[in-house]
């Protein structure tokens, strides 16, 4: 997505992860859970750029498992994780060691219903 007018302003971090939206709905998804909990998606933010593979703390933060544990971006095949926001909301994300980038492609402050 091409930044427009109005957009907010961001810069790729100067070491870690870079963080990107895979779909228009995660960017949609993204922008609705900064406006209900700012500072747990700060708190994502930091932990995907940082560590997007960290086992730390298993309950907010974990690989899925069995068919959601991988999926195709781009012609390979990656890792899909998922970080609990809040107790409903989510952020689904892929991530490739080779470019050091984490794809957002869910975010929702509501459950996704492929889980459930």
């Known amino acids: 997505m091409s930044p427009k007018k109005g957009d907010r302003v961001s810069v790729p971090p100067l070491s870690g992860w870079n963080v990107i939206h895979g779909t228009t709905e995660a960017a949609t998804g993204w922008e609705e859970l900064c406006r209900v909990a700012l500072p747990n998606a700060h708190r994502c933010l930091e932990a995907l750029r940082t560590d997007p593979l960290s086992r730390a703390n298993w309950n907010r933060q974990h690989q899925l498992r069995g068919r959601h544990a991988t999926r195709e971006w781009k012609g390979s095949e990656l890792e899909q994780w998922e970080y609990e926001i809040t107790s409903g ?6 991530v490739s060691p ?4 984490v794809i957002l492609v869910y975010a929702s402050p509501r459950h996704p219903k492929d889980t459930e």
């Open 89 to 94: 909301g989510r952020v689904r994300y892929l």
């Open 98 to 101: 080779d470019t050091s980038t």
